[in-house]
């Protein structure tokens, strides 16, 4: 074990032995209902709160600015706890420069090319904030909005409604989009994301959660040795500027075969063009099961080290890994320690980036009358 590892682990381990009984009574009889503290005011004075809960062994933090999961703490094969998402310890970082740490993304997860589409007859040109393209809703996307949150108590869950109304034009995007989205923790532990929006004009829309996972511990370093599993047969390759091409690829032969565990850093470096154009993996893979009525399996994460894992259910037809490429030692996070390339993955449920410009995907439209609902279910074991 690295001395980094060793470090946070050790520096929970006291609570985590007391709190491992706490995670007991929690499964048998319920969670604790939320509790709200106050986490900043942004510079126009609104207050920042942030919700902690707490259910069957899963501790989590939630902010009411971005909807973003400041913390989300689990414990080891021997009861000791770690955060395992990277993120701050101040709302001012959050505000002015997180990479989307721990953030809600709408209007529409991942990229838009160019930041154009046409629906019904009409282009809407949106807000470009990744070069010449559209990325996670543009530079004011939910991520960086303050949600309404009611905490609820359900039998023996717990969790958080969230609330957003976008109004018409926001981001360039059409209709008054009404999104509700609940963080639910179970008895077992489980974090659960139900999201659901309505308009009253055609729109496109794709919700997702952007947590930046490391299993180990945040701050402890790389998660090269994290075993990754993710059921899927083919991904969407990109052009230069991470825009799908249209093709659905298959895995098999090349380094975006993850159908078995193995380790993320075994082809990080292998000389593929599209790793290398990415730096790193920044890809959809098309989720086998397709879009489903239920959440089904789509990816394993696990950290041998640690025994810590994650899995990840979603009625969602595909997930974006993203192997912590651009991270590059400028942010320190909640440990006190800085994020260099590597050190934290995301696992995004989604519909396929571009989808919009691409009609072959599975599509985006949201009209009125009808409501979007997605749910994705991260289970954590050890």
């Known amino acids: 074990m690295d001395m980094s590892r060793r470090t946070v682990i050790a520096g929970a381990a006291a609570a985590g032995i007391a709190a491992t009984a706490l995670g007991s009574a929690a499964h048998a009889t319920g969670g604790r209902k939320p509790v709200r503290t106050l986490f900043g005011t942004l510079a126009d004075g609104t207050e920042v709160h942030r919700w902690s809960l707490e259910n069957g062994g899963t501790r989590l933090k939630v902010l009411s600015y971005g909807g973003i999961v400041q913390s989300l703490e689990i414990p080891d094969r021997r009861g000791r706890y770690a955060n395992v998402s990277a993120g701050f310890d101040d709302l001012a970082d959050y505000v002015a420069k997180s990479p989307y740490f721990g953030a809600l993304i709408g209007r529409y997860g991942n990229r838009i090319g160019k930041g154009r589409f046409t629906l019904d007859g ?95 511990g945040e701050g402890s370093g790389s998660i090269e040795d994290h075993e990754l599993t993710i059921a899927a047969s083919r991904y969407t390759p990109t052009d ?90 400028t942010l320190t996070g909640t440990s006190g320690r800085t994020y260099r390339q590597g050190d934290a993955l995301c696992l995004e449920t989604q519909h396929f980036p571009d989808s919009p410009n691409q009609p072959s995907f599975p599509s985006t439209v949201l009209r009125p009358g009808q409501t979007w609902r997605t749910t994705t279910i991260h289970s954590f074991g050890n």
């Open 122 to 216: 009409t282009a809407y040109q949106l807000s470009v904030n990744d070069g010449e393209n559209s990325l996670h809703g543009g530079a004011q996307g939910f991520d960086k909005r303050v949600w309404d949150v009611e905490p609820f108590t359900a039998g023996t869950d717990v969790g958080l409604r969230l609330s957003y109304t976008s109004a018409d034009g926001e981001q360039g995007y059409p209709g008054t989009l009404k999104v509700k989205v609940t963080y639910t923790l179970t008895r077992h532990g489980d974090w659960r994301i139900d999201y659901a929006a309505t308009t009253d004009k055609a729109t496109v829309v794709n919700l997702t959660s952007h947590v930046y996972w490391n299993l180990a």
């Open 240 to 329: 230069a500027g991470l825009i799908p091409t249209g093709e659905l690829a298959k895995v098999a032969g090349t380094p975006f075969d993850f159908r078995r565990a193995k380790p993320v850093g075994r082809d990080l470096r292998a000389a593929h063009p599209q790793l290398i154009a990415a730096q790193g993996f920044d890809h959809n893979w098309v989720l086998d099961k397709g879009v489903t009525a239920r959440p089904e399996h789509a990816a394993t994460l696990r950290d041998p080290a640690s025994g810590r894992t994650l899995r990840i259910a979603t009625n969602e037809p595909g997930l974006q890994f993203y192997s912590g490429n651009f991270l590059d030692g």
